[in-house]
Structures are given as structure tokens and as C-alpha cells.
């Protein structure tokens, strides 16, 4: 069964680095998601791509966010300079029709900002 | 802001019992999907409903979407120690989904 895969599964950086997450879609898919989740707290809308550009966006995902798809089986999404509260756990999805209203999550990347 | 309001936050039953969540909201969603998520890993699609007052079947879960579609819930009869778990409500409504907080469901054997 066609599954969203995330790498890494846990990505430890100190404040101020770069980091990028990487998400392999469903491969019919053509709308991707970007989300997170802090400990203890609910799932959190950030991004969503389709046709290689945004189509919405959460006021959580600022300028220190971005989102790439830079072939045709990779989405990523780029932190420019960590902040100890991006700490949580980030979780791609994508869906093939957006009317279909379905996504689903990859399983997910750890990220501890120290 | 969409607020989806899940109750209870958690419920612990025993082995056999039926038991149900609910998801409410003051707005109205174009759909409402129903997740359940293990710790650490992602949320993983049980149903989505999309027309009021549809209910949906799936083995001994049984969905309900409003008749207003601004709320859900979930039923599970006869539950089994296999549904521990957290189930998560979500809302689509302008293009992306809305989640609520959960409901950590315990079954004891």
C-alpha cells in the first residue's frame, strides 16, 4: 500500500541552525502538506502546496519557513534559523484530489532544537 | 479560527463496553475526517464524512456527521483493547484541515 515516507525520524540541531525536513508523497498525489504538533498539543495546519507554489498558508508559518519540491517525488520544508519553540514533532501529508478532503501523514520527524 | 471541541479527553472503559466521542464546532466544515494517531508516530485516516447527517460504518465503528455539519461522533461497540488509542477529529474547511485536541481512548482487558 502507498504510504507517506519522512526523513529523518528525529533531528536534534542547536537554536539559530538550518534544517530541512524531507517528505516522499504518495506518488499520484498532487497536494502536499506541511504540519506539526508540540507536545501535547493538538495538530497544527502550517503549508499547502500544489502546482509548485503555496496555496495556503497558517500565520505560524512565517518567514523562517519554506517549502520546496525540487524534483518530482520530494517535499521538503526548510526552517532558516531555529527557534527552541519550533521543538515538536512535524508531520508531512499529501492527497490526490483536493476535493477528496483525505490526506495522509507520513509518520512523521522529531525535531529538538536545543 | 476553527475551534473542533473533542469530548471527553480521555475514557477509559472496559473490555466489551460501547462507548462514544464527540466533535463539536460553532462552524460549518465541507467534511469531517476522523483520525487515530499512536504515540510518535502520524495520524492515520479511519473515515471521512461529508454529508449531513451521513453515518458511516466501519466494522464496529460508527461515524455520525450532523445534520449541520458542525459536528461528529464516533462509536465504537464492543470495544477491544486494539482501539487504545487517540482519535483525532478534523474539520475541512477552506482548504485545509482543522484538528481537535483528542480523544486518548483507553480499552482494559
Known amino acids: 500500500e502507498p504510504e507517506v515516507t519522512q526523513t529523518p525520524s528525529h533531528q536534534v540541531t542547536q537554536m539559530g541552525q538550518e534544517v530541512i525536513l524531507r517528505c516522499v508523497p504518495i506518488?499520484?498525489?498532487?497536494?502536499f502538506y506541511w504540519y506539526r504538533q508540540i507536545l501535547g498539543q493538538k495538530v497544527e495546519f502550517l503549508v499547502s502546496?500544489?502546482?509548485?507554489?503555496?496555496?495556503?498558508k497558517s500565520e505560524i508559518f512565517d518567514d523562517q519557513f519554506s517549502v520546496e519540491r525540487p524534483d518530482g517525488s520530494n517535499f521538503t520544508l526548510k526552517i532558516r534559523s531555529t527557534k527552541l519553540e519550533d521543538s515538536a514533532m512535524y508531520f508531512c501529508?499529501?492527497?490526490?484530489?483536493?476535493?477528496?478532503?483525505?490526506?495522509?501523514f507520513g509518520p512523521g520527524t522529531r525535531l529538538t532544537v536545543t | 479560527t476553527q475551534l473542533l471541541e473533542q469530548s471527553p479527553q480521555f475514557l477509559s472503559i472496559q473490555e466489551g463496553e460501547n462507548l462514544t466521542v464527540y466533535c463539536n464546532s460553532s462552524s460549518v466544515f465541507s467534511s469531517l475526517q476522523w483520525y487515530r494517531q499512536e504515540p510518535g508516530e502520524g495520524p492515520v485516516l479511519l473515515v471521512t464524512?461529508?454529508?449531513?447527517?451521513e453515518v458511516k460504518k466501519l466494522k464496529r465503528l460508527t461515524f455520525q456527521f450532523g445534520d449541520a455539519r458542525k459536528d461528529s461522533s464516533l462509536h465504537i461497540t464492543a470495544a477491544q483493547p486494539g482501539d487504545t488509542g487517540l482519535y483525532l477529529c478534523?474539520?475541512?474547511?477552506?482548504?485545509?484541515?482543522?484538528f481537535g485536541a483528542g480523544t486518548t481512548v483507553t480499552v482494559r482487558a
Open positions: 478534523a474539520g475541512w474547511r477552506d482548504y485545509k484541515l482543522s
Open positions: 506518488s499520484n498525489h498532487l497536494y
Open positions: 501529508a499529501s492527497s490526490g484530489d483536493r476535493a477528496s478532503y483525505e490526506q495522509y
Open positions: 502546496f500544489y502546482n509548485n507554489e503555496i496555496s495556503e
Open positions: 464524512v461529508v454529508t449531513g447527517g
